[in-house]
């Protein structure tokens, strides 16, 4: 095969727990008779809260196809190539067994929000029954992994953390920026669960989080890098997930073009934010990516990408991070199918590839 499948999870193969019906047997024309995937394959997810096998396993469950950990790339998968981080301590935020998945990634320091609370009692006043105390010490970044379950007390104490330069229990420094870095994973605004609506998603917190630090400052609050999807990062990390599997296989022909099934392939990223990862990847090989999008997820048919960028707010709400440009060129998709069952059939047609 000369063509490989990113696939987004959530709203494409399930919903919360739920196997949409397309996905198994879309995932039984992409298996030979002993499982084994007949074309490259990686999962992209924004989902931060577990260790990438645990992930591979429920997909497995779900799908009926065994799938590795190494074809699943979480939100947060990219961090294995922040080295410079691995060895200071960082303050991690999220949800789920954090130190355990971020000592994976190569974080030899991680501490919790809830380890921090511990540390400084008198920083967590809006429950006043959560007062005990250990020792201090210095921050050297903030990975935020995913939303918490106490928005409070992680808005809180990440501010605590960026006003003192990684000294929380300090006073506040205003003069001290840029900040200590930030690294966020999953800008999600939304994701689709079982509900009717969409829910909340880490991106809604990051706007708290941004808007908290400009109302405090006066200043942007700055990231060292964004990952998960839309992020250039996220791809040019699910394309090395590629290229492993294309060896590992022995594929000799290289992949030219990946499909992004469930939703828009890159967006544009500001340039001030920190680029120095790309060197940890080796160049893309790809000649292109194509989007596919399905009409299964947060994805509403009859809402259309407005063409003058000028009157985005007016036309149509742009759902986007802050720091990613709106272009309609690369939100608009390349291909628009009702499910992924669909989109496997369509690729297949477009590759000429008979299975």
């Known amino acids: 095969p000369s063509f490989g499948f990113l696939f987004d999870i959530d709203g494409v193969l399930v919903r919360g727990k739920t196997p949409i019906p397309a996905a198994k047997t879309a995932f039984q024309k992409l298996v030979n008779s002993q499982g084994q995937f007949l074309v490259p394959v990686v999962f992209v997810t924004n989902a931060g809260n577990c260790l990438r096998q645990k992930k591979a396993d429920q997909l497995s469950h779900l799908l009926g196809v065994p799938i590795s950990q190494d074809q699943v790339m979480m ?3 990219p961090l294995r190539m922040f080295k410079r981080y691995h060895e200071k301590c960082v303050l991690v935020s999220g949800q789920g067994p954090l130190l355990d998945i971020a000592q994976d990634l190569g974080f030899c320091q991680p501490i919790t929000i809830e380890t921090l609370r511990e540390k400084h009692p ?3 006043v809006v429950d006043h029954d959560r007062r005990p105390n250990v020792p201090v010490r210095e921050y050297f970044s903030v990975v935020l992994f995913g ?3 106490r928005w409070e007390t992680n808005l809180q104490l990440i501010i605590d953390v960026l006003l003192t330069s990684g000294y929380p229990g300090n006073p506040y420094h205003h003069e001290n920026y840029p900040h200590i870095p930030v690294l966020a994973c999953n800008m999600d605004l939304m994701w689709v669960a079982e509900a009717q609506s969409p ?3 880490h991106g809604t917190f990051m706007v708290c989080l941004e808007n908290i630090y400009k109302k405090i400052t006066g200043r942007d609050l700055k990231y060292e890098a964004l990952m998960g999807k839309p992020s250039k990062l996220t791809y040019q990390y699910a394309e090395y997930l590629i290229r492993a599997q ?3 296989r022995q594929w000799k022909q290289p992949v030219q073009t990946l499909y992004a ?3 828009s392939a890159t967006l544009s990223q500001d340039d ?3 680029n120095s990862w790309e060197t940890e990847l080796a160049s893309a090989a790809a000649a292109r990516c194509r989007s596919v999008l399905v009409c299964t997820g947060v994805y509403n048919p009859h809402t259309e990408v407005p063409l003058d960028t000028r009157e985005s707010l007016t036309e149509t709400v742009f759902h986007g991070h802050r720091d990613f440009r709106f272009d309609p060129a690369l939100v608009e998709p390349d291909h628009i199918v009702p499910d992924v069952d669909a989109a496997v059939d369509l690729v ?3 590759e000429n590839f008979a299975p």
């Open 199 to 201: 829910r909340f998603g």
């Open 348 to 350: 297949f047609q477009l």
């Open 122 to 124: 008198l920083l967590d």
């Open 246 to 248: 294309v060896a590992e």
């Open 261 to 263: 099934v469930g939703g």
């Open 272 to 274: 001030e934010i920190d």
């Open 147 to 149: 939303e918490p379950i």
């Open 75 to 77: 939100s947060h998968s």
